[in-house]
């Protein structure tokens, strides 16, 4: 039996196993064909983020928490309407790409007008760095599991599974100690505020954390890569671009903590 396990939550061991082991279809999922699905997820999302940051310009700061709150019941919504139905996907991707990219779209802004406040400047704005700083290590771990740099072995899948529940437990912990003013270093941002030392703690942290996300790339490369060659259907190219866009959202949120952190940094006040 093909082993198909993988950290992200999304691409599910029981689904993709069950998949490789299905009757035959009439057609079957390719790489070009998730590649395509998740350009148009990742420009969903992208205009998403527009949209989002547009809406709170129109309608104030009230906005925020409506779209913060929509955002995590559409995904939770997408998440277990996909529990085995890949099919569900070509509305369910769509749906979580425009809804993330808003709220990543109104932490930019929120963040941007922070720096705004303390007449600190940003080349491009945060939100143009993380999406370059996104692109570039998406480029870079392909070409690194292309050219057989990395190639995910068990101990690797599972040491990867593991930081990634803790990095979630670690987020839980945050949200929850967040209304008590408390800020876990590299995973709240109220460390960037105090300078010194907990700022440069704070920069090597989200700098680690960036690199767990992007190590989930080549992960879940490898894992769409051995499901494709099992002839599963073409239902899956949705579901995969879904599986994909989780990681993206990951490390484009990481992205744009670091590049705020950074340029807090330069603040000589």
Do not use: C
């Not at 009439?26 to 969903?44: D, E, R």
């Not at 876990?184 to 105090?194: E, K, M, N, V, Y």
């Amino acid at each position: 039996m093909l082993e198909l396990r993988s950290s992200n939550p999304v691409i599910a061991d029981d689904q993709l196993v069950a998949a490789s082991h299905a009757r035959p279809v009439a057609q079957v999922a390719t790489i070009p064909g998730i590649v395509q699905k998740t350009a148009i997820a990742a420009s969903l999302a992208v205009a998403g983020g527009f949209g989002g940051a547009a809406l709170v310009r129109a309608m104030g700061p009230g906005a925020v928490w409506g779209i913060f709150i929509g955002s995590v019941v559409v995904s939770l919504v997408t998440f277990f309407a996909l529990w085995r139905k890949p099919e569900r996907a070509a509305w369910a991707a769509p749906l979580y790409s425009v809804a993330q990219g808003a709220t990543l779209g109104v932490m930019a802004l929120l963040l941007n007008e922070v720096l705004a406040s303390r007449d600190i400047k940003v080349l491009g704005g945060l939100g143009v760095q993380a999406f370059v700083i996104t692109m570039a290590v998406t480029a870079g771990m392909l070409i690194a599991y292309r050219a057989g740099l990395i190639r995910p072995n068990g101990t690797f899948r599972a040491v990867m599974g593991t930081l990634v529940i803790g990095l979630g437990i670690a987020y839980l912990a945050q949200f929850v100690l967040g209304f008590f003013g408390i800020s876990i270093p590299g995973i709240g941002l109220q460390d960037a505020f105090q300078g010194g030392k907990s700022a440069m703690i704070g920069i090597g942290i989200n700098a680690v954390i960036l690199l767990i996300a992007s190590l989930m790339l080549v992960i879940d490369f490898q894992r769409i890569e051995e499901a494709v060659a099992t002839r599963v259907g073409k239902e899956y190219e949705w579901y995969f671009a879904y599986g994909l866009m989780v990681t993206l959202v990951w490390i484009y949120m990481e992205a744009l903590k670091l590049a705020f952190r950074m340029a807090m940094s330069n603040d000589r006040r």
